[in-house]
């Protein structure tokens, strides 16, 4: 059973950086999606990212092009999420996502101050 390890938010100020990482337990096979999701407070899961997915192998949601890049270690079963240049709106909980399987991990809180 695939299980989720996100670590790696905090609070930054508007404009820092920070990098989230999700680590599994195991991924028997490298074409596994893994997606970054936010929720917001008072707000709904939205994708934020994702590797393995669409035509592309990666996908970014308008609002974090540019800023975010999602990157993946296949021997360590692992997927970064670069955050640069962050704003306030991008204030939320993070929590990574694998599919097949809908597994997902704890989350992280991402703060950032303006």
């Known amino acids: 059973e695939v299980q989720l390890q996100a670590s790696g938010g905090g609070l930054v100020q508007a404009g820092g950086s920070l990098r989230l990482t999700c680590t599994a337990s195991?991924?028997?096979?490298?074409?596994?999606?893994i997606a970054w999701i936010r929720q917001a407070p008072g707000e709904g899961r939205v994708g934020v990212a994702c590797i393995n997915c669409g035509e592309q192998g990666t996908y970014y949601r308008d609002s974090v092009k540019g800023r975010f890049t999602i990157t993946k270690d296949n021997a360590k079963a692992t997927v970064y999420l670069q955050m640069n240049s962050l704003k306030p709106e991008d204030t939320a909980v993070y929590y990574c996502?694998?599919?097949?399987?809908?597994?997902w991990g704890q989350g992280t809180q991402v703060t950032v101050s303006s």
């Open positions: 195991t991924l028997p096979h490298d074409d596994y999606t």
């Open positions: 996502n694998v599919n097949p399987g809908d597994i």
